[in-house]
T-cell receptor, first 115, second 115 residues
Framework: ETGVTQSPTHLIKTRGQQVTLRCSSQ?????VSWYQQALGQGPQFIFQ???????GRGNFPPRFSGLQFPNYSSELNVNALELDDSALYLC??????????????FGPGTRLTVL | AQKITQTQPGMFVQEKEAVTLDCTYD???????LFWYKQPSSGEMIFLIY??????QNATEGRYSLNFQKARKSANLVISASQLGDSAMYFC????????????FGTGTSLTVIP
């Protein structure tokens, strides 16, 4: 069991709306990464948070934003939703600065549908 | 440029047989990590095996082994004694330390184990 949890499991929104997805990292992990996985594709890196700051970003527009909290949990916010934002959003936790740097464990994902 | 290439969209294997899933990667960073993940239809990404760029021996984890050929930049996953539960999508990923903690994923290989 990975210990990474995500909520909600499924979500349906309409174009132009805003959405917030949540992730709790595994115990002992201080870094959270977010990925977007479109149907039939591999996960695409959105961004990573470490020490409550963005620590790397993929090729996603500014309407994708995030937060990390002192307990290392994280939120992904998407504004002005577009149809192409429909995807599985995966959160992954890891540890920066010690421990097994090769570990990255994923949560079960949030499936977002934009109508 | 594509960092991770998986050229087999779909593979079939007879139960109890071994199967090799191909993965090639592209990086100029001497320090990197290679990962394989399994994604069942439920959507969760399950970590299988890790190989560091400086590791001298091929990684093994139970029925999973990684055939690491550094000069060819390939990191093929070998699954021995296939089981019906191995049917899933398999993703190869690379952590390129030159670009921080970002993980790059391939497009995946769908493995079907035939009874």
């Amino acid at each position: 069991e990975t210990g990474v949890t995500q909520s909600p499991t499924h979500l349906i929104k309409t174009r132009g709306q805003q959405v917030t997805l949540r992730c709790s990292s595994q115990s002992g992990h201080n870094t959270v990464s977010w990925y977007q996985q479109a149907l039939g594709q591999g996960p695409q890196f959105i961004f990573q948070y470490y020490r409550e700051e963005e620590n790397g970003r993929g090729n996603f527009p500014p309407r994708f934003s995030g937060l990390q909290f002192p307990n290392y949990s994280s939120e992904l916010n998407v504004n002005a939703l577009e149809l192409d934002d429909s995807a599985l959003y995966l959160c992954a936790s890891s540890r920066t600065g010690g421990g097994n740097y090769n570990e990255q464990f994923f949560g079960p994902g949030t499936r977002l549908t934009v109508l | 440029a594509q960092k991770i290439t998986q050229t087999q969209p779909g593979m079939f294997v007879q139960e109890k047989e071994a199967v090799t899933l191909d993965c090639t990667y592209d990086t100029s960073d001497p320090s990197y990590g290679l990962f394989w993940y399994k994604q069942p239809s439920s959507g969760e990404m399950i970590f299988l095996i890790y190989q560091g760029s400086y590791d001298q021996q091929n990684a093994t984890e139970g029925r999973y082994s990684l055939n690491f050929q550094k000069a060819r930049k390939s990191a093929n996953l070998v699954i021995s004694a296939s089981q019906l539960g191995d049917s899933a999508m398999y993703f190869c990923a690379m952590r390129d330390f030159d670009t921080g903690n970002q993980f790059y994923f391939g497009t995946g290989t769908s493995l079907t184990v035939i009874p």
